[in-house]
């Protein structure tokens, strides 16, 4: 049996926001679309009983945790060997601050790879993006230690900044080649666009993204387009360049195989709304599928451009 919305598109992952709490205050965070303030954190045991039913019923095998900041999370693991018997894939987004010391037992608790976020190799501009001191080199040792840890292949998500770090991009491939010196394939980079939906007045910062594509095309060996969000993906001297392009992407929506699931216990049917949340109350299998099979009649199937300030 397969979990279907009302237009066709199959959930194949499930992304679980562990905690609404960060020791980063980045500049452009939407906090997963989640409403403010961190009230009650969803239980291990939850988490794992959702995943459990939905791979048992849905045959939704893979799961992806973020934020806020997972790492935070004191039970993160015991959430990992809870689920790692039912799940193909399993992955984490993390600012990398917490990595280095706790990559080997991730990896050992059964996470698969990880996505880490470095918006600029320069610690001043890093600094200014996150609002935080001190915490650049623990990023670029989490990477280090996730490649060790066989975490791989990391997505390495920059997102760009007009003004700010849109003169990075050559540079970070050229970090992103050196870490793949260290293990073949060990690292994709992952540039991202700004989503000023909740902020628009970070739109000051949205860079020129069909300039930023233009310029990869012309040093491209290759180029693929995914099916996710239309994602395209440009090999540069060896290095993949994956494009995560939001904005009155008019596909952005069509193929969204996700279902997510708030720090809270909510599922949420789509990215940026969070008024058709349904909270998930117990964990009972006849419970939990009754939940999923309602979020699929609260799923939209489109954006709106970016002037309506709103993306369904």
Do not use: W
């Not at 993160?76 to 080997?104: M, P």
């Not at 698969?112 to 600029?120: E, G, H, P, Q």
């Amino acid at each position: 049996m397969q979990l279907v919305d009302a237009y066709g598109r199959v959930i194949r992952s499930l992304r679980f926001s562990l905690t609404s709490k960060c020791n980063l205050n980045c500049i452009y965070c939407h906090a997963e679309g989640e409403c403010g303030g961190c009230g009650r954190e969803i239980s291990a045991e939850r988490i794992i009983a959702i995943a459990r039913t939905a791979s048992r019923y849905y045959n939704i095998r893979r799961v992806k945790f973020s934020g806020g900041e997972p790492l935070m999370r004191e039970d993160l693991t015991v959430i990992l060997r809870g689920i790692k018997e039912f799940e193909d894939d399993v992955s984490l987004t993390t600012n990398g601050t917490l990595l280095s010391e706790q990559a080997d037992e991730l990896a050992k608790s059964g996470l698969d790879r990880v996505n880490i976020s470095l918006d600029s190799l320069i610690e001043k501009r890093y600094n200014a993006i996150t609002r935080s001191r001190n915490n650049h080199k623990r990023v670029i040792e989490g990477i280090y230690a996730a490649i060790d840890a066989g975490l791989t292949p990391i997505k390495l998500n920059m997102v760009v900044l007009s003004g700010i770090n849109d003169d990075e991009i050559d540079d970070m491939i050229e970090f992103v080649r050196g870490c793949n010196a260290r293990e073949e394939g060990a690292v994709i980079l992952q540039l991202i666009e700004l989503i000023p939906y909740f902020n628009p007045a970070l739109s000051v910062y949205m860079p020129d993204f069909v300039s930023i594509e233009r310029k990869l095309m012309a040093k491209a060996s290759a180029v693929k387009t995914m099916q996710l969000q239309r994602r395209r993906r440009y090999y540069v001297d060896g290095v993949e360049v994956e494009v995560v392009h939001p904005i009155d992407n008019t596909e952005f929506c069509k193929n969204c195989s996700r279902l997510r699931i708030t720090s809270r216990g909510e599922i949420k049917p789509c990215l940026l709304r969070n008024d058709n949340l349904i909270p998930v109350e117990r964990e009972d299998e006849e419970h939990i599928i009754s939940r999923l099979e309602m979020a699929m009649k609260y799923r939209a199937p489109y954006f709106r451009r970016m002037q309506d300030r709103r993306i369904y």
